[in-house]
């Protein structure tokens, strides 16, 4: 059974329950208070009968009269009576009169036949006779005899029974309008449900963009919004694994790709010198040649021990000198600058320490350096570092090519080069930036890019500040000004 039929159902049964009580109630009850009062006119009227009867029978008795059933039924028919009611004068035998005893009353205007129930004590009964309904009362009067009053309740039964049937006809209706109206409310109320369960089809399906938008209020609506959410982050994962299938995809075409070309060159050249006899020229041609290629993978084999030396060892961290960080970079990076057009670097030694390891920051700068003088060869290399609540933004700048805009995302990801036949000319691999990320991301930093295509491009870090060391002193010697010397970085 649907959601919405158990809704419309059980709505109906609580308005059927409900409606039935509180109708039954109020029709009982204006039953029962009908029937108390017409009880307390019958008393009455029957007190009255029972006082008159008395009247006559000790009338009766002054006169010295015989108490004969002739004169018994003489003065009870001139007794007045209440509308519906009759009467029956009986000598009283026993505890109790029975219905057989009416054949023997003095007087007695019972209906013919009379087999409903006549009281054995003081007290009022309703029953059943000659097709109608009574309620009849005794009281045992003087001189041995006992009056029965019997009173029509028929009318009141009557009453009842239409009031009865006239509920019933309204609980129908009622029950018709409410099934109506709660048929189009449990449609209104499921239809998000609806909704949440097409959506989720859907979504299942793979449209993982598809969003509910419902927005009720209540508790459907905050079902519907963290739906939405579930499935925002569904498709943020889908789009997490697929950009990683992706990276590892181009990761390991790229990987094989610069494998291979050195590869090549170093086999070709290789075979040369083994099964030919070239002269000193070319000797020394194939030789440069196995020499440059060789370099290239050893270069390579390097990066890659780098990046997976920070992904498996933890750093300690301490205060380390930005600017012997930065000379040693630009003195390890001199050979890259001058085969570039002879690349300056500009900076300005501003005297600044940060929490950092200084071989992985020195290295870090090298192949921005480096990368800097690929982009314009011959051009400024620009270094600036700036302090500001407990942070030192670091940014290096070149003003060469620059980056497109839809490549500034994948910059880091391992062998991704923007120019694959420029980086491979100038003999550069993919690692550079991938190796720095991962450096930056170590010290708790993230690289920022902005560049402009022919303009230049800005890398851009912030770091912990830290104080620089104390230096020890020996004892009753003035303080020497701290003199750092500029390490080089590790290749």
């Known amino acids: 059974m649907r959601f919405s039929a158990k809704l419309v159902c059980s709505m109906l049964l609580v308005v059927v329950a409900f409606f039935a009580l509180g109708g039954s109630a109020l029709l009982y009850g204006d039953f029962a208070d009908r029937l108390a009062a017409a009880g307390e006119q019958e008393q009455g009227q029957h007190s009255l009968t029972c006082a ?12 010295g009269e015989a108490m004969d059933a002739a004169t018994v039924n003489e003065f009870c028919a001139r007794l007045g009576g209440a509308p519906g009611q009759v009467r029956a004068l009986l000598p009283r035998s026993g505890s109790a009169a029975q219905p057989a005893a009416l054949t023997q009353a003095y007087y007695s205007n019972f209906p013919a036949g009379w ?3 006549l009281p054995g004590v003081d007290q009022a009964v309703i029953t059943r006779a ?3 309904v009574w309620r009849v009362y005794r009281s045992d009067l003087i001189s041995g005899l006992t009056l029965y009053s019997a009173f029509d309740l028929t009318e009141v039964f009557t009453a009842r029974t239409r009031s009865l049937q006239r509920f019933l006809l309204l609980e129908a209706a009622v029950l018709a309008a409410a099934a109506a109206v709660a048929a189009v409310l449990s449609h209104r109320l499921t239809r998000p449900l609806a909704l949440l369960s097409r959506a989720s089809g859907r979504i299942a ?9 419902v927005h009720t209020g209540d508790e459907i609506g905050a079902l519907s919004e963290d739906f939405d959410r579930m499935a925002a982050a569904v498709q943020e994962k889908v789009a997490a694994l697929e950009l990683s299938v992706q990276q590892r995809e181009d990761f390991m075409g790229a990987f094989t790709h610069e494998l291979k070309t050195p590869m090549t060159g170093i086999l070709g050249y290789a075979d040369l010198l083994r099964t030919m006899q070239p002269d000193p020229e070319e000797q020394r041609e194939a030789a440069g040649a196995i020499f440059h290629e060789a370099k290239r993978l050893e270069d390579l084999s390097g990066k890659l021990l780098k990046l997976l030396h920070l992904d498996e060892e933890a750093l300690t961290l301490g205060p380390t000198s930005l600017d012997a960080a930065v000379a040693g970079a630009v003195r390890s990076a001199a050979p890259a600058l001058r085969q570039n057009g002879g690349a300056e670097v500009c900076w300005t030694p501003g005297g600044l320490w940060v929490v950092g390891d200084g071989d992985l920051l020195c290295d870090l700068l090298l192949n921005l350096f480096t990368n800097a003088a690929k982009a314009g060869p011959g051009g400024r290399i620009e270094v600036r570092a700036a302090a500001e609540d407990g942070t030192v933004t670091l940014a290096v700048q070149d003003h060469g090519c620059g980056i497109p805009a839809d490549h500034l995302d994948r910059v880091t990801e391992p062998f991704y080069m923007v120019d694959k036949s420029r980086a491979r000319r100038q003999g550069g691999s993919g690692l550079g930036l991938a190796l720095c990320a991962r450096i930056a991301e170590a010290h708790g930093a993230r690289l920022q890019f902005e560049s402009e295509p022919g303009r230049g491009t800005t890398v851009t870090l ?8 104390a230096a020890p002193q020996p004892p ?11 390490p080089p970085c590790p290749n």
């Open 205 to 213: 399906a793979g449209d993982y963009a598809l969003r509910t938008g």
């Open 52 to 63: 008159a009867v008395e009247s006559e029978v000790l009338a009766l008795l002054r006169q």
């Open 462 to 469: 912030a770091l912990r500040r830290a104080d620089p060391p």
């Open 476 to 486: 009753g010697e003035a303080p020497a000004p701290a003199e750092q010397e500029d």
């Open 115 to 117: 087999a409903g129930t």
């Open 130 to 132: 000659a097709g109608r």
